[in-house]
């Protein structure tokens, strides 16, 4: 057993949480400070404040945000491995995005073909910036159909491309035509909106507009569902596929984890969406809704009670006195190693502190798997959240729509003349609500965290190390940007966008898994090689200086 | 001259897998190595991430880059604005000695007048002490990540150098590292040290880019050139750029000549004893004293080296891809410890390579294919034609690597899959002796797990 004498210890008692927000801005230049303040709020589950959230980042603060295509190609479509994803660009976006986000695939057959590992881009030059680029798009698009025969091939536009006007849908409608299959093309330019939220919405309208609803093949199976949200980083989607499985669920596609192009084009075949990750998918539900009167619902598949809890509303849905049988033995299964994993590992962590600062619904998400093994959650936020993700869709009616939404198109949707089919008519659903069975909604992360704990939207780098100096968090969650500068200070970052190496965590193994990575972390020798500033400070460091002014 | 494959012969449109990433990242590099200096994009936040989350991953270390986070209302009307306020707020945060920009493709491509910009920023800043701001066009359709980070360095020689009196007698030497390692840096700031000669390394991000812990977040990292010494450069009696894979215009050593007048001496990036014999020769005429005895010593043992892997590496095929100058320092050790170079790829495309691998790579056997502006499509056809045995290249090599079934033999950037790329030695001597190892022990290894009775002695 390492000697933790030196190991990072909480803060008893944690900081006064309007002291710290103060400290948080008071250094700031006043407009700035102005700015800040609406997106960070001290939590009060008796009365919900609001909280600014989307909005754009100040010029040269720095941001962990990324772009509009990043959110579209990188994240929405990026793990569907026989879609030809090309980026229609000069190299960079296409480079970076090139097999770096850890999700998974796994084909069905050696006949089945994975695109994943291939990054394609026509690396514009100089003189397609001045002349276009359209000719070059063309013919990459025809290349790469010679080269594989794919059932599907979209187009990613990157900033460039819509400044120089190359029309990106024409392209891929005219080759739609010439090719006889699927092409299809995203205006993802990294400028729209004002991070990679954006790019999540124009993903979902396209998919929605050029994929779902083609298949006409049916789907066997008496429960289907489609899994939204779920991105297979680590794994995770096959620790869930392999749940449904046990219990008699059919899984008619994940947007987009382990994801095909058929099993998209099913996806208004299933009876019920699943929710994960409400802010990248959500669209796609509303308006699969709309169109075949598929209901949803949130679920959360991280931590070992949320999974169980997601599972039973599931089997509640269907009101089948075997699925629920089924779903019941799984459950208890699975429970068994969870509980054991638990009593190992919880005294180990117990009591402890954490910190995330990520995504658009991890940063929720994963409070749970700590809770689960005692650690507290003092601090977190998203990177881009809306308001909607911190305080429930009850205040979609308030959110005001600025210029950076407004970019962005809203698909009017109408039923589907012929495929339109309610699975649960108008009393079916008044009588779930009537349980408390929601559909349609989220509750957000705010409501769920403690009194006294902070809720801040797009951390800034300056704010993060004022935060860890104030409170000394045991972990801090974020990502790779955020990590070396985090474990600089002496305390170690889980990165939840990838999950460093490990995963997957989602499900009731991934739980265990988390609980065991956490525990390796938190426990580790190393951190006790370092002294931090404040090991020798008497009280956390209130006050910081960030400007002259 | 070695024959070039043309480019574009496999994959006629597309490039599928590339072997190059954008300027702009080779820029932010070069800026880290000044001290005191932020990385500034102007352009869109997208980019400053993706970068950052390259070289974060690469050097496992902090690495910030602001941005003017452009709007479409600023890809529509410039980005006049947000420049002012990005440089402001940086200005306030991190209190830098210096700014360096590069700009995006968005940026270029709206036509962004940087000059004008920055004339107009240091107007209105007049009466403060405001952060020195260095600007580079660095357009990803314009290059590759090299060609940003020689453009960034050039552009550093052409604001800063200076060739008043005042600074003569600063510094001996000028060196233009090239894109290599912190390792490599270090290593090459101890030979001029061990030469006697003062010295003005540009870009040193040897310190910068790996940092003790220090259980506090610096927000600059210590370490970096001297603003002041990259004034003095315009006064050194020489500079020693290493490498010859240029574009027109991003020679730092033909830049600093034609500003202030400093002779430059070029050898190619020193891998090997030729290379490095070459950089030593050049120091020993600078300094007027022989090659001391501890490098003449890693001389020796570096020899005694080839001799002890001689017998494992004769005739063992390799593909070497990256940056073209490092794939040009590597072939020519290669064919020092007879290695076949068979496929020397690269994604660039200055047009130099073939002409420089041609003075290097003695061995013509007709079977050494150049490829250049090429994709990891093509390396992996010519590797599979060529029958290599080894890969020496970039972490994105990896899938080529597990289909070949050979071994990948880890250098430039990015190495997102090992820990340590920022100690990763080439360079000298001393860089030679760490890869022959390297490569050597990789065959042996393979060998090694392929022995039937599970040999121990090998």
């Known amino acids: 057993m390492p000697d933790t004498d030196n190991l990072i210890k909480t803060v008893t008692p944690l900081p006064d949480p309007e002291a710290a927000k103060e400290a948080l ?46 959110g579209c190609k990188g994240v929405v479509l990026g793990p569907t491995r026989d879609i030809i994803n090309i980026t229609h660009g000069p190299i960079g976006c296409g480079y970076y995005s090139w097999l770096t986000r850890r999700n998974q695939t796994r084909t069905e057959s050696d006949a089945e073909h994975n695109y994943i590992p291939y990054c394609f881009s026509t690396d514009m030059q100089e003189q397609e910036i001045v002349f276009g680029g359209e000719k070059k798009l063309e013919a990459a698009i025809q290349e790469a159909y010679d080269l594989f025969h794919p059932k599907a091939i979209a187009v990613f536009a990157t900033c460039p491309v819509g400044l120089i006007g190359d029309d990106i849908h024409q392209v891929s409608k005219r080759m739609k035509e010439k090719l006889g299959i699927n092409v299809f093309a995203f205006s993802c330019e990294g400028y729209r909106g004002v991070s990679q939220s954006a790019g999540h919405h124009i993903a979902n309208n396209q998919l929605f507009k050029h994929v779902i609803g083609r298949g006409t093949t049916p789907v066997e199976g008496k429960f289907r569902i489609n899994l939204l949200g779920e991105y297979n980083i680590g794994g995770d989607a096959f620790v869930l596929e392999d749940l449904f499985e046990r219990c008699g669920i059919t899984l008619v596609s994940t947007f987009s984890g382990n994801s095909t192009v058929d099993g998209f084009e099913r996806a208004h075949m299933a009876d019920l969406n699943c ?28 931590g070992a009670n949320s999974s169980a809890k997601s599972l039973r509303r599931i089997a509640q849905y269907f009101e089948n006195d ?151 968090p045991a972990v801090f969650c974020a990502g790779i940007k955020e990590k070396y500068a985090v474990q600089k200070m002496g305390v170690p970052c889980k990165q939840l966008h990838s999950y460093d190496y490990g995963g997957p965590y989602a499900g ?29 400070r008497t009280s956390p460091k209130l006050t910081a200086s960030y400007g002259d002014q | 001259m070695l024959p070039v494959k043309e480019a574009g012969t496999t994959i006629a449109v597309a490039t599928q897998n590339a072997c190059k990433a954008c300027m702009p990242l080779g820029a ?28 974060i991953g690469h050097f496992r270390e902090p690495m910030d880059i602001a941005c003017s986070s452009f709007s479409e209302e600023t890809a529509i009307f410039g980005g006049s604005a947000d420049i002012h306020t990005g440089l402001d707020n940086v200005a306030k945060a991190y209190h830098p000695a210096m700014i360096g920009i590069a700009t995006t493709c968005l940026a270029e491509t709206i036509g962004e007048d940087m000059g004008l910009m920055l004339h107009q ?79 003005v390394l540009l870009p040193d ?10 259980g506090e977040y610096e927000r600059i990292p210590k370490g970096g050139v001297p603003i002041s010494a990259i004034r003095g450069a315009g006064a050194a009696r020489a500079s020693v750029t290493l490498g010859s894979a240029f574009r027109p215009g991003q020679h730092p050593g033909a830049a600093l000549l034609a500003k202030c007048g400093v002779p430059s001496l070029s050898v190619g990036l020193p891998v090997g004893i030729r290379g490095s014999d070459l950089l030593f020769q050049q120091l020993e005429d600078l300094a007027g004293k022989p090659t001391p005895e501890k490098h003449a010593a890693e001389r020796g043992r570096l020899i005694d080296t080839y001799v002890d892997a001689h017998k494992y590496l004769y005739g063992k095929r390799a593909v070497v891809y990256g940056e073209e100058d490092l794939v040009t320092g590597i072939a020519s050790f290669l064919d020092e410890i007879g290695v076949v170079p068979v ?91 760490a890869l022959c190892d390297r490569i050597a022990n990789a065959v042996i290894a393979r060998d090694q797990e392929r022995s039937e009775p599970g040999y121990m002695t090998m």
């Open chain 1, 25 to 70: 801005l008071k250094s700031y230049p006043t407009k700035v400070a102005r700015k800040r303040t609406k997106h960070m709020v001290v939590n009060d589950p008796a009365t919900l404040s609001a909280i600014q959230a989307n909005a754009r980042t100040i010029p040269g603060i720095i941001t962990q945000r990324g772009c509009s295509y990043a």
């Open chain 1, 275 to 302: 929710v994960m990750c409400h802010r990248s998918i959500n669209y796609v539900a509303d308006m699969i809704e709309k169109k075949y009167g598929i209901p949803w619902f949130k679920v959360n598949f991280i």
């Open chain 1, 322 to 472: 075997e699925l629920t049988a089924r779903t019941e033995q799984v459950i208890a299964e699975e429970n068994e190693k969870v509980a054991a994993a638990q009593s190992r590992i919880r005294p180990r962590c117990e009591g402890k502190t954490a910190m995330l600062f990520v995504g658009g619904s991890r940063a929720h998400h994963y409070q749970d798997l700590f809770k689960e093994i005692g650690m507290k959650t003092v601090a977190a936020g998203y990177e881009f959240a809306h308001r909607d993700d911190y305080e429930g869709r009850r205040v979609l009616p308030d959110i005001k729509v600025d210029a950076d939404s407004r970019n962005i198109e809203e698909v009017t949707v109408e039923q589907d003349a012929e495929l339109y089919n309610p699975r649960k008519s108008a009393d079916e659903i008044a009588a779930y609500e009537a349980r408390e069975f929601h559909f349609n909604d989220y509750d957000g992360m705010m409501p769920e965290m403690e009194e006294g704990t902070l809720s801040i939207d797009d951390i800034s780098h300056h704010e993060t190390e004022r935060l860890i100096e104030m409170y000394r």
């Open chain 1, 508 to 536: 009731f193994q991934g739980a265990i898994n988390f609980y065991e990575d956490i525990d390796r972390m938190v426990n580790a020798r190393a951190w006790a090689f370092i002294d931090p500033p404040w090991k020798t």
């Open chain 2, 28 to 55: 932010c590099l070069a800026y880290r190595g000044v001290e005191g200096a932020v990385p500034f994009l102007h352009g869109p936040q997208g980019c400053a991430t993706y970068m950052r989350r390259f070289l």
């Open chain 2, 121 to 199: 920023h240091a107007e209105k800043n007049a009466d403060k002490a405001s952060p020195l701001v260095v600007a580079a066009s660095t357009p990803s359709y314009s290059g590759t990540h090299a060609d940003g980070f020689h453009a960034a360095t050039c552009a550093l020689v052409n604001a800063l150098a200076e060739t008043d009196a005042a600074q003569a007698g600063r510094a001996d030497v000028v060196c233009f590292p090239n894109m290599v390692s912190p390792a490599d840096l270090r290593y090459l700031k101890e030979v001029l040290a061990d030469f006697g000669l003062c010295h």
């Open chain 2, 205 to 214: 991000y040897s310190e910068t880019l790996d940092r003790p812990i220090a």
């Open chain 2, 343 to 433: 496929v020397c790829a690269s994604g660039g495309r200055s047009g130099g390579m073939a002409e420089a691998l041609s003075a290097t790579v003695s061995m013509q056997r007709g079977d050494i294919q150049v490829l250049e502006d090429a994709d990891f499509v093509e390396i992996g056809e010519a590797a599979e034609a060529a029958k290599a045995d080894l890969l020496i290249g970039n972490s994105r090599g990896f899938g080529l690597s597990r289909r070949l079934d050979i071994p990948l033999i880890r250098v430039g950037m990015p190495v997102h899959d090992r820990i340590g790329a920022q100690r990763i030695q080439l360079l000298g001597y001393r860089g030679a002796q």
